[in-house]
């Protein structure tokens, strides 16, 4: 596989519910996110990993938990969600570092559609 | 801090006519730019940038923006619509980071329909 897979594509589950999100990139690239996106709201940056390190928390509510076992691999584990979490949640990579971090453009994954019961 | 405002939320232009979608920005930094496509059940996929150089840029799918710092708009065009461009249109501007990776921040997307 290329680019940028993430699985499931949808899931569906209830507020008590435990479940994860993955994704995984095969371009070599050492920067990942995670975005949520909501209807009529612009995309929001959850989370950025470097290196396999998180350098970005953008106020996110403790149920979601990120992991990063490795470069190319990117997890967001999923705890007693609300329905207003549910969205479309985009996985992201890039190259990093150096004086054109910048100009890298991002590549996204097809997405996972997460409705919350 | 960066920003982005896309006007119309929906544009609806005639198959062969000129698309024409608006984007400005703010920047506290130099800005670079992006213009990213959503079709239907996919993710976003990158249509073209700016960073430096030229303020005519050329993207995939015959799309161009031109740069204009004095108007601080990035704004995409298509000289003639194909069906094929119905989709959602994402400007955004990448902001600056202590860590060496780059931060976008998205505006809310314009919604392009075409009409037969």
């Known amino acids: 596989e290329t680019g940028v897979t993430q699985t499931p594509r949808h899931l569906v589950m209830g507020m008590t519910n435990k479940k994860s999100l993955k994704c995984e990139q095969h371009?070599?690239?050492?920067?990942m996110y995670w975005y949520k996106q909501s209807a009529k709201k612009p995309l929001e940056l959850m989370f950025v990993?470097?290196?396999?390190?998180?350098?970005e928390n953008n106020s996110v509510p403790s149920r979601f938990s990120p992991e990063c076992p490795n470069s190319s691999h990117l997890f967001l584990h999923l705890h007693t969600l609300q329905p207003e979490d549910s969205a479309l949640y985009l996985c992201?990579?890039?190259?990093?570092?150096?004086?054109?971090?910048?100009?890298?453009?991002?590549?996204f994954g097809p997405g996972t559609r997460l409705t919350v019961t | 801090a960066q920003s982005v405002t896309q006007l119309g939320s929906h544009v609806s232009v005639s198959e062969g006519a000129l698309v024409l979608l608006r984007c400005n920005y703010s920047s506290s930094v130099p800005p670079y730019l992006f213009w990213y496509v959503q079709y239907p059940n996919q993710g976003l996929q990158l249509l073209l940038k700016y960073t430096t150089g030229a303020t005519l840029v050329k993207g995939i799918n015959g799309f161009e923006a031109e740069f204009k710092k004095s108007e601080t708009s990035f704004h995409l065009t298509k000289p003639s619509a194909h069906m094929s461009d119905a989709a959602e249109y994402f400007c955004?501007?990448?902001?600056?980071?202590?860590?060496?990776?780059?931060?976008?921040?998205f505006g809310t997307g314009t919604r392009l329909t075409i009409i037969p």
């Open positions: 990993y470097n290196f396999k390190e998180q350098t």
């Open positions: 992201a990579s890039s190259p990093t570092g150096g004086l054109l971090a910048r100009s890298y453009e991002q590549y």
């Open positions: 371009l070599g690239h050492n920067a």
């Open positions: 955004a501007v990448s902001g600056s980071s202590n860590f060496g990776n780059e931060k976008l921040t």
